[in-house]
């Protein structure tokens, strides 16, 4: 696919002043230029440009607010003063896999104040004795070079947002594992003190029946009682001798 047909895919139905990361990797340009790229993509801060066969920068458009410009693995050897006449606010740019083998090639890059990474892997400068020394003494506004800083300390720019994020899910995991044991525990005890009640109320209710049931066997036998001591109807109540003798002496 060419360059110009990627890049009317990629907005998408957008204009070009609503992007800001534009990636056209793998696409073919004509004739090893770059097109299809106006300055109408004016709040532009990512372009990548990876593998489409450039052999020059040259008609990369005026973009103030590019801060990143991927351009490895293509055929580029020189004409970098392009870059710093219309990207100055460049902070990072990758040129790893081009054809740069002099360090005088890179000497237009000290005009971009906010370099901070450049990227030459694969490129034939690399091999030159002092490469390092050379590049961090012609552009000092350089932090990183290959990923490096000038004490071969690697780039470690994410590390901390990474870990923060990990640190912050691992806690969180814990604190909600805690919770779900509470509720366990909640739960149990709740359940027991259902248990108790129940059984309360069964002992209750068991102890009432025998109570009950010990309550009338009493007063059936009060009643069996009173039927013995009292005469049953329709009977005379007999007299004893004492009360006969008695009569007699009146």
């Keep these: 696919m060419d360059m110009k047909k990627r890049v009317s895919l990629e907005l998408r139905h957008r204009s070009p002043t609503e992007v800001q990361e534009l990636v056209l990797d793998n696409c073919r340009s004509s004739e090893g230029k770059i097109e299809g790229i106006t300055e109408e993509f004016s709040n532009l801060e990512l372009l990548s440009l990876i593998n489409v066969g450039l052999t ?3 008609d990369v458009p005026k973009l103030d607010k590019l801060k990143k410009l991927e351009l490895s693995d293509n055929r580029i050897s020189g004409g970098l003063e392009v870059l710093a006449e219309r990207l100055v606010n460049l902070t990072h740019l ?4 081009n054809k740069f ?6 000497e237009p890059l000290k005009k971009l104040p906010q370099l901070k990474s450049l990227d030459l892997f694969n490129c034939e400068v690399t091999n030159l004795a002092d490469y390092r020394e050379s590049i961090f003494k012609l552009l000092p506004q ?3 070079l290959d990923g490096y800083d000038i004490d071969d300390c690697e780039a470690s720019d994410s590390d901390g947002e990474v870990d923060g994020v990990e640190d912050e899910d691992e806690e969180g995991e814990s604190e909600d594992f805690e919770e779900e044991e509470e509720d366990d525990e909640d739960v149990v005890a ?3 003190d259902e248990d108790d009640d129940s059984g309360d109320d069964e002992g209750g209710e ?3 029946d025998l109570d009950s049931e010990d309550d009338d066997e009493d007063e059936e036998d009060e009643e ?3 039927e013995d001591s009292s005469p049953a109807k329709g009977e005379k109540r007999k007299r004893d001798p004492e009360d006969e003798d ?3 002496d009146d």
């Design 142 to 144: 350089l932090t990183y």
């Design 190 to 192: 709740e359940d027991d």
């Design 224 to 226: 069996d009682d009173d």
């Design 94 to 97: 990758n040129l790893s896999g």
């Design 206 to 208: 068991v102890n009432g």
């Design 56 to 58: 020059s920068v040259a």
């Design 246 to 248: 008695d009569d007699d």
């Design 101 to 106: 083998k002099d360090i005088s090639t890179l």
